[in-house]
């Protein structure tokens, strides 16, 4: 189902950061709200260089999901990383009433697409209460 925009949810999310968003961050911003404002899936790379500004953009794409009663997952590579965005993240959706919960995956799993769809059944199945999932991928 499309993602519907709710514009003072957006500016509560906004202004709860720290920090204020560069143009680039609001563009992309706002090209994923038209994206998944859409009857199909989004489809969208975010790149940028280190320190650009992604995990911004990223939470608030997990932000607007939440907001509309869908969950999300946010992939990243190191446990280090995994670590640092939960530090950032949880104060910023426990302001905004948004629960997310940090899940790590061990190397010795193997296939990671197979394991990331078994987690996401059984962690959604069973913790009804997150909304926003961080998972760390296996390392190696």
């Known amino acids: ?10 500016k509560r999310f906004v202004e709860e950061l720290p920090f204020k968003l560069t143009d ?3 563009k992309a911003a706002w090209e994923i ?4 404002g859409k009857p199909r899936p989004m489809n969208r ?3 940028g260089e280190v320190g650009s500004g992604k995990t911004v953009v990223a939470a608030f794409s997990l932000f607007l999901a939440a907001k509309n009663g869908l969950q ?4 990243v590579p190191t446990e280090i990383l995994a670590e640092q965005h939960a530090q950032k993240l949880a104060p910023l959706f426990r302001a905004l009433g948004v629960p997310f919960f940090v899940f ?5 799993f193997g296939n990671f697409q197979h394991l990331f769809l078994n987690v996401r059944q059984i962690f959604f199945a069973n913790f009804h209460i997150a909304k926003i999932l ?4 296996k390392s190696g």
């Not at 790590?104 to 010795?108: E, G, Q, V, Y």
Request: negative net charge; hydrophobic residues 55%; glycine residues 4%.
């Open 134 to 137: 961080i998972i760390l991928s």
């Open 104 to 108: 790590k995956l061990m190397p010795f």
């Open 24 to 26: 680039a961050q609001r």
């Open 33 to 36: 709200i038209q994206d998944i």
């Open 45 to 47: 790379l975010l790149e």
């Open 72 to 75: 999300g997952a946010f992939l």
């Open 1 to 10: 189902p499309p993602v519907v925009f709710h514009e003072n949810e957006i």
